[in-house]
């Protein structure tokens, strides 16, 4: 079973950056799909970022241009790095990562990280 679990979450000032971290428990060169999402109160889980080996990454239009996700191989870690945070980027973030199993995927999600902008 492998374990994600992120860091990094937080309070962020309109226009300053936040980092999030998701470590792990499996080599990343297991996985397909590395991804970042969030739900913010009364609203769907949304993906923010994505990035997939020979795809490269992909971006909501909401965070194109602020945020940008890539991973650390020897840290065994996934990345968020926010900037020009908006009060609307308030939710909880979580990582997703997958692994693809013969015809199958077997997709992980790490716990959550509550991420909150205020003016």
């Known amino acids: 079973q492998v374990r994600l679990v992120e860091s990094g979450g937080g309070l962020g000032q309109p226009g300053g950056s936040l980092r999030l971290s998701c470590a792990a428990s499996a080599s990343m060169h297991s996985f397909n799909v590395m991804a970042w999402y969030r739900q913010a109160p009364g609203k769907e889980r949304e993906l923010v970022a994505k990035?997939?080996?020979?795809?490269?990454?992909d971006y909501a239009d909401a965070v194109k241009g602020r945020f940008t996700i890539f991973r650390d191989f020897d840290r065994g870690t996934i990345y968020l790095h926010m900037t020009s945070l908006k009060p609307e980027d308030t939710a909880v973030y979580y990582c997703?990562?997958?692994?693809?199993?013969?015809?199958?995927?077997?997709?992980?999600w790490g716990q959550g990280t509550q991420v909150t902008v205020y003016s």
């Open positions: 990035l997939r080996d020979g795809a490269g990454t």
């Open positions: 997703y990562a997958d692994q693809l199993l013969g015809g199958d995927t077997l997709a992980y």
